[in-house]
């Protein structure tokens, strides 16, 4: 069975970080690409950031470029998302993702259920 679960969600002041945490059980993880996503409240899901399965390839949304990093442990099949300088505009559920492709494109298969993150001003 294959499961991605998010940890390191929570409540932080505007210009904190947070880093979030998806480990990855029941499917290959070191050829999979692995991608953030995040939802608003009341709006659609959207690519944050994504990383292959060697570290080769990764992107980032505009919006979070310089501020956000993708990183992958492929020993411990896990995922990270560091978040700097985090703005009220980062609230959001983030979702992690599997799947094979180049980041941005990748066939995402494979979902977790999401962190919570709410930046206060």
């Known amino acids: 069975q294959v499961q991605l679960v998010e940890s390191g969600g929570g409540l932080v002041q505007a210009g904190g970080s947070l880093r979030l945490s998806c480990a990855a059980s029941g499917l290959t993880f070191s050829i999979l690409t692995m991608g953030w996503f995040r939802q608003a409240l009341g709006k659609d899901r959207v690519f944050v950031a994504a990383?292959?399965?060697?570290?080769?390839?990764?992107d980032y949304a505009d919006s979070v470029k310089g501020r956000f990093t993708i990183s992958r442990d492929n020993a411990k099949n896990t995922v990270y998302l560091q978040m700097n300088s985090l703005e009220r505009e980062d609230t959001a559920i983030y979702s992690c993702?599997?799947?094979?492709?180049?980041?941005?494109?990748?066939?995402?298969?494979?979902w977790g259920q999401g962190t919570q993150v709410t930046v206060s001003s």
């Open positions: 990383i292959t399965r060697g570290g080769r390839d990764i």
């Open positions: 993702a599997a799947g094979l492709g180049y980041p941005k494109t990748a066939n995402y298969n494979y």
